[in-house]
């Protein structure tokens, strides 16, 4: 097992065990001896993975199924969750061990946080987008009034155990919507690492283990990096963002046929052509855009039955714009973001948007 550490936000940092027992043999000796676990867990994982729950088990330890859907990461959920927690009397020393995709971990996380003014958490995530995003970065929040993430906290686990044999149930499709997002982080802010895991990406979905590991902990790394850099994701932390102005507008336009991670393909596409019309890149950029797409097997062209015109009005409404200015994360080249004194945020012109969104076709 390989042991990173990422900055916490309550701690100075916390481990995240990366580990390749296929077995999952090694989890239970990790988690501490307390009396009461209440295990917060994504239902389908109890059906896929029936052994989990053998090696999570002590003798008080509550299985809390939750159904992932974005309606459950609400105060609703989570006012389900306590009723069920405070009828077992719970202590200031029990647990909460937080295992699903980002989604469960997420409301396990900020459930931990608020019980008793917050008790210890684990996190054990099961999708890409779990293990490579939401493990590291403190921040627990559920949905509120229809808006993603507007309650929460920043918050540390006690842990993050990672294990790739959890990957092995995920749709082909899923998994690579997933890896597109990691990949984006090393494009936007690490060109040696970029240049690593370029190679590895044909194919990664069916990759024998240690090359599938070996991605994993590179996006760790990529995550963990930024996280140094910049917690709260003011500044150098846009980079999460690369991509999400126009791939958030297509998702919302399209959301049955076009998921979160092939959105933001499709807006890095679009940020990379906006950055050569400007002239703050080459078109080599746009080129690698294309081909890290073409290899994940992700969509390069934005589906014919959305207008060019509904894209540019959806932008009109991102929450990120500032006095009617639609802005950009940008890059200069692979691994560099345009800035103007560590303002990642830039401002561009409608009609330069426009004609990169009516390339992208
Ligand atoms: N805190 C953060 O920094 C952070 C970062 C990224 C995402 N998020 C949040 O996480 C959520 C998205 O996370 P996600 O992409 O992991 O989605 P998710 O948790 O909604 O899971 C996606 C789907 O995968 C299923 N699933 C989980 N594990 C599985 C497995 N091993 N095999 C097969 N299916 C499995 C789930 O049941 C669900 O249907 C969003 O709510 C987002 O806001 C938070
Ligand atoms: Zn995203």
Known sequence: MNTLYCKGYTKPNYPVYLSTDEDL???ASLLPRTKKRFVVIDEKLLNLFPQLTTHLRTDETYIFPITATERNKSLNGLCNLF??????????????IAVGGGLVMNLGGLAASLIMRGIRFYYIPTTLTGQIDASMGSKQAINFKGAKNWLGMFN??????INPSFLKTTSLREFNSQAIEGVK???ATDK?????????LDGLYDAP??????????MIKAKIAVVEKDLTEDQYGMSMLYGHTVGHAIEMLDHDNI?????VGLGMLAAARISCMLGIADESLVT???EVLMRLGLPSKIPSHIAPTDIIEKLGHNKKNYEGEVRFVLLKGIGQMANNNEDYFNVVPNKVISAAIKKGY
Do not use: M, Q, W
């Open 192 to 200: 040696h690492l970029f240049n690593e895991v370029f190679e590895s």
């Open 185 to 187: 982080l090393c494009l």
């Open 288 to 290: 690698t855009h294309e």
């Open 83 to 96: 009723d069920e927690i405070f009828a077992l009397k719970p202590n200031r020393d029990d647990i909460v």
């Open 259 to 263: 998921n979160h991670g092939e959105g």
């Open 25 to 27: 043999d090694d989890l």
């Open 156 to 161: 540390d686990p006690e842990f993050c155990y």
């Open 209 to 218: 283990a240690p090359g599938l590991t070996s991605f994993i902990e590179k």
